[in-house]
Each structure stands twice: as C-alpha cells, then as structure tokens.
C-alpha cells in the first residue's frame, strides 16, 4: 500500500471583495473528487487517477492491485464531489453543474458502446432504469495526457471493402446481403444503409461462428506479424496497425468477437494535448492511455462488445448515426490571444475545458467566466493564490469568486498544467465539431484521415464503378447465421 498526502495547504480564505481574510486569498475551493475502479483501469501507483485521487484525499492509500479507471469532478448522483467542508458540490453550487469532468487512465480497451441523444436516453432510462440511471444525454470530448489509443467512428467503405477482401474471416461473419450493400454503395443514403447492414449482420452473427472465424484469424495474423513472414512490410502500415490491435484486442477479451471491430472502425492514436469530440449516437472505444474527459452529466452507455458488463445490441444497433470517418483532432484555441490558456471548446452548451499553462518563474491570472467551474492540477508544482499545489489537487471555482492567480518559481524545471471546466461560454466559436458540422477555430485539420487509401486512387464516394473493380469474393455466411438475420 501507498500512504497518504502530507497537508501542506494554506487555510487562507477570501472575502466577498476578493481582499484576503487570512494568510492568503482563496478563490478556489478545495475538493474530493470521486475515484472509480473498473476492469480495464491501470493498476496501483502507475494510474493517474490513484495518483490524483491520493493526493486529493480521496484515498488514504493506494492499492497495488486495484485497476483504477476513473475519478470523477462533478454533481452526478452516482459520484458527488465533496468540498473539504463536507458539504456536496451541489449543494455548494445551489444546482446540478450540466456537466461531468473526469480524469480516465485505461489500462486496456473499454466497451464497443455509445450515448444517447435526449430522446433515446429518456425512452431507455423509462424502460430499464437499473441499466441507464438517467434521462440526460452525453456527448463528450477527451483531451489526451499521454500517448492514446482509441477507435472512434465508422471507417469509409472503401477501406472496409479492401479488409472484407483481405480478411475471409471476417467476411465469413457478414450476411451476403450485407456485403453486398458494402460493394454497391453509391451515395449518402446507400452508403449508411450499407454500415448499418454491415454492422448489425456482424453483431448478431451467432458466437459459436464468430468465435471459430476469430481464433482463425488470430492464428493467420500472428504467422503475418512474426519475423517469419517473408514480406512483412508488403502491406499498408495501417492495415498492419489494424491486425496488431486485433492481437492486442483478443488477448485482453479472450473468445470476444469485439476483438474485430478494428475492420470496421477508425483506429486513432492521438499525442498529448490533442483531443476528439464524440457526438451522441456514435460508435467508439478507448484502447489505452490516459485522458481528460469532459461531458454532459450523465452516466449512460449503451454497450455491444468488449466488455463482461450488460450489452444491448438492438439498441446500438438502432441508435447509430452510421456516418463514415474518423472525428476532427482538435489541438485547442489560444484564449484571449493567450497561448498560455488554450480552450476546447465543443458544439454543445453543456461544457468547455481550458488548459492553462504556467511556466517557471511566471503568473497566470485566469478570469472568472462567470460560471461555476471545477479545476484539477495536471502536472507540476506551483501555487494557486499563495497556497502550494500539486499534482491531483482537485478545486471548485464558483462564479462569483474573484479570478485565480498561478505562478511557479523561477527554481522549477518544468510548467504546472491545470485544466479547468465549466458551461460552455464559446458555443459560437468551437473549436470541434460533429462529423456533419463545417468548421472550426483551433482544429489541426477539418478530418484526420485514417488511412491513407483517398491517396491510393480509391474514390472518396463508392462508386458502382469501384464496387465492380473491386470485385467482392463469394463468402456464404452458414444457414442458421442466415436464418437469424432474416428472424431479425
């Protein structure tokens, strides 16, 4: 076991001026996130999430054993923020905060799943509220820390005609109907129809079939992937990375079929600081690492692989926008023309994240936006109006509070970072956007292609043309795959 913080915290408070009525002035009010542990979290020390939550006093100490996965900043009922007082962030705020601010370290994949827009969440939580506690819906933006891996979205066409070709296994799981469509798809509406054929034929492939054509593929990519294989680098690079992460996939979720959805969704691998926002109703799953997470105050999920918890596959199957493409990488917006506070702002009105900056031997003063906001430090070691803080320090800043004031000795060799969420006070100026929106204000790029076939003279639309070209190969999926498809 690890023990505790040490108290190094300065109890200066602030009067309703902002003049200090102690030691130090204090505009931001210390907080006691709530820590989660699942499956696919980071074990002991080496989570972000236990480091934090040690550090914040959620914990006392930290077991090595235990996979901490998520610590949670915010009003929601299932983790309701304390303030050191004792008393509940809601009832410090007077009301909900529209928003849940997290902090994931995922040490393997989480579910293949996504959330509902208002109108499904409402129907789900009325007929199932022990699976979805609330009627909220929950679109989310995540902010990398460290190197992640994610897959987010359905891949084009295109790229899932060149793996159905590739791959009979997996093609073996995909009614002929289905395939069909994949091939022939000429325009938006076709080409939905397509996924959601695809996607749904593939989902209810019965298991003992899936799991047979799985373990043939694993035993066919593992002889491609070793030193053995006499061209190793005959194929695409992402087309290799796709093999390695069903490998990786099928050793974490052994016998889980979930283990091929790197066929039919984008594979991302962001840096630290970039970030993705995920609208409602679109498919993804976080592979590993470690992240910001920001979102509408909701905990619902509706999940179909991946995972030993509830699947509800018919949902899914049915909620799904099934637009092509990977999501826009947003590297954030300078605030103000201030580098040093850079915002990720989303198209919703539920949440934005700042992330600040304060390098040795400066001050940052950041404004209040005039909303009640909560904050956690990042890195480094610095002070917050005159009272030392370090890494995991978790604050509720309310909205009438006057604005807060970093600074790190000139002695430190590296930056503090603190991110910081509250509503969203940028709607008309995002810097990330939903697949279908237009643009942005700090993206790197409107879509990050996720590999390279536009380059390799593949149509951007499916034409019929390309669909004959490619000429799909005779796959017959076995009668009682067929039978429940047409039961379906």
Request: charged fraction near 20%; glycine fraction near 8%.
């Amino acid at each position: 076991m690890t023990e505790g913080r040490s108290n190094d915290t300065n109890n200066g408070t602030s009067n309703g001026n902002g003049k200090s009525a102690g030691p130090t002035r204090r505009s931001a009010i210390p907080l006691k996130p709530v820590v989660k542990d699942y499956a696919w979290g980071i074990r002991g020390m080496d989570s972000r999430v236990a480091r934090y939550a040690l550090e914040s006093g959620t914990l006392k100490e930290v077991d090595p054993d235990t996979p901490y996965a998520e610590l949670w900043i915010g009003t929601h009922h299932k983790g309701p923020a304390l303030l050191e007082s004792g008393e509940s962030l809601k009832d410090a705020v007077g009301a909900e905060l529209p928003f849940l601010f997290k902090v994931l370290s995922a040490g393997k994949a989480l579910s293949i799943q996504a959330h509902p827009d208002k109108d499904k969440a409402q129907k789900l939580h009325s007929e199932n509220p022990n699976a979805y506690g609330d009627a909220n819906h929950k679109p989310e933006m995540a902010i990398a820390l460290t190197p992640f891996e994610a897959m987010c979205g359905f891949r084009r066409l295109e790229e899932i005609a060149v793996l159905l070709k590739k791959h009979p296994e997996f093609a073996a799981c995909i009614s002929e109907e289905a395939k069909l469509a994949v091939f022939l798809s000429s325009n938006e509406e076709s080409q939905k129809e397509a996924l959601q054929k695809l996607f749904s034929s593939f989902m209810s492939c019965p298991r003992e079939i899936s799991e047979r054509n799985l373990q043939l593929l694993l035993v066919r990519l593992q002889a491609e992937q070793s030193q053995f294989h006499p061209h190793p680098h005959d194929e695409p690079a992402w087309e290799r990375k796709c093999g390695r992460a069903i490998l990786r996939l099928a050793q974490q979720f052994p016998g889980d079929a979930g283990a091929m959805a790197p066929l039919f969704l984008n594979y991302l691998l962001m840096a630290p600081g970039e970030s993705f926002f995920m609208a409602a109703n679109e498919p993804h799953a976080y592979v590993a690492g470690e992240i910001i997470e920001c979102m509408a105050c909701s905990d619902n999920v509706v999940r179909a692989g991946l995972t030993p918890k509830f699947k509800d596959v018919p949902n899914l199957v049915d909620m799904l926008t099934y637009t092509m493409g990977g999501p826009s990488i947003d590297a954030g917006a300078p605030s103000n023309g201030d580098s040093r506070i850079l915002r990720y702002t989303p198209p919703v009105s539920e949440f934005e994240v700042m992330m600040l900056t304060c390098n040795p031997g400066e001050e940052l003063v950041f404004e209040n936006p005039g909303v009640p906001a909560v904050l956690i430090i990042l890195e480094g070691s610095g002070k917050l109006d005159g009272e030392l803080v370090r890494p995991g320090r978790a604050h509720y800043y309310p909205a009438n509070a006057p604005p807060m004031v970093f600074s790190l000795s000139d002695t430190r060799r590296g930056p503090m970072k603190v991110a910081v969420a509250h509503k969203n006070c940028h709607i008309d100026r995002p810097t990330a956007f939903n697949k279908e929106g237009s643009s942005t204000a700090g993206s790197r790029g409107l879509s990050v292609p996720s590999s390279p076939l536009p380059y390799l003279g593949l149509a951007p639309t499916f034409s019929p043309q390309v669909a004959a070209s490619l000429q799909p190969p005779v796959l017959s999926q076995p009668k009682e795959a067929d039978k429940l498809e047409a039961a379906d």
